[in-house]
C-alpha cells in the first residue's frame, strides 16, 4: 500500500483517537491486529526531519493532550512543541530550561490541567508542564510561556551516583498524573545500584490543598530482562500503560506494551535494596503487545529491525477512549540520527479481557 494511503490512514485514526468523546465501540481491523488486546490503526513519519522555527523537530520523549485537544510533544533537547493533533503539524514552540538557564535532559510530561478549562477570552488552555528531566533527575513545573515556577522532592537514593544509586541517562523518563489529579508517577528507566537488575521504582508524589506536591509512596516494577521502562500513562481505571523497550546492535528496538497494577503492590520507599522479603508485592503487570508482531503497514527501517515499523519509540499519551478500549499515540526518538525516524503510531488498546 502507497505510503500516502498509510498517512490518510493515520490521520483518520489519529482524528477519532484524539476526539475525548468517542461514538460507539472501537473496533478493530483485522489485517491492523498486533495482538488480541492490541491493533494499529496507521503511522505517521511526516515530521521526521524536519524544523520549526530554526528548531528541530524530533527527539521526542514523551506525548500529552492538551486541554483544547492540541497534542504537546517534548523533545528531550530542553523544547516544547504544541501539535496540531489532525495533521502532527506544529503550531508553537516552548523552550524550556533549568534555574541557571541551561538546557534540560527533558524526558517525562504531564499537562496540569485541574479542571480542564479554556480562558474565556480564547483558546488558550489555562494550567501549567510538569517536565521531569534525567539529569539529577528532577520534576520541574513551568508556566504555558517556559517559565519555571516549582520544582518537586526527589528522594536521595534516586540521585544519580555519587549523590544517589542511579545509573546516569537511566531515571525519570516516564511521568503520569493517575485519575482524580491527586498522586504524580515518575518511572525510572533503570535500576538502582544494588537493587535487582530487572526491578525498577516508579515514584509517587502527592498532591497538597495549596497544588504543591510532597513524596509519596514507591513501587517496585519488574522489566523483561534487558528492557528499560521509558514511558508509563496512566488509565482511566487507575492502572498502568508501561512501554519497555531496548536495542541490540545489528538486531534493532524491542518494544513491548504492558497493562500495570500498582493499586496492590507494596510501598518500597523504606526498602534499601530489591528484591526484598517474599512479603513484598511487586506491581502486577499483563502483556498487551510485542510491538514486533504489528503489521508493518509498509514502512520502512534505516537500520535492522525486527519489524520496519519500529523504531526508538519512547513516547506515549492517552489520547481517548470507547468503552474498554484506549485510544493510545505512541512517537519515537530519532536522536537526530540519519539511521532513525521520527514517527508517531495510532494504537487502540483493549484493558480488559
Partial sequence: MPLRTHLALFTAGLAAATCLTAVGPAQAHTQHTCSPAVSIDGYSDALDKTTFENTYVGNFSALAVDGDGSLAALSDRSSLFRLDARTLKPRSLVPLSDENGTALDSEGLVVDLPHSRLRSSGDTPIGTYLVSSE???????????????????????????????ARPNG????????????????????????????????????????????????????????????????????????????????????????????????????????????????????????????????????????????DNIEAMTITGRARNTLKVLLASDDNENKTQTTRFYALRVRTTA
Avoid at 143 to 155: F, H, I
Fill in 135 to 165: 539529569t539529577e533527575p528532577s520534576i520541574r513545573r513551568y508556566s504555558r510561556t517556559g517559565r519555571l515556577l516549582d520544582r518537586l522532592p526527589v528522594p536521595d537514593a534516586l540521585r544519580v551516583s555519587p549523590a544517589g544509586r
Fill in 171 to 310: 531515571t525519570f523518563e516516564g511521568l503520569t498524573l493517575l485519575p482524580g489529579g491527586r498522586t504524580l508517577l515518575a518511572s525510572m528507566e533503570y535500576a538502582l545500584s544494588g537493587d535487582d537488575s530487572t526491578i525498577v521504582r516508579f515514584q509517587t508524589w502527592r498532591r497538597t490543598p495549596h497544588g504543591h506536591f510532597t513524596l509519596g509512596a514507591q513501587y517496585a516494577y519488574r522489566t523483561d530482562p534487558g528492557l528499560g521502562v521509558p514511558e508509563v500513562q496512566a488509565t482511566p481505571d487507575g492502572r498502568l500503560l508501561v512501554l519497555e523497550r531496548g536495542f541490540t546492535s545489528g538486531v534493532g528496538n524491542t518494544v513491548r506494551l504492558y497493562l500495570a497494577d500498582p493499586r496492590k503492590a507494596t510501598d518500597t520507599s523504606a526498602v534499601e535494596t530489591l528484591p526484598a522479603g517474599p512479603g513484598t508485592r511487586l506491581v502486577d503487570k499483563t502483556l498487551l503487545t510485542d510491538l514486533a508482531a504489528c503489521p508493518s503497514l509498509g514502512a520502512t527501517a534505516k537500520q535492522p529491525q525486527p519489524n520496519p515499523l519500529l
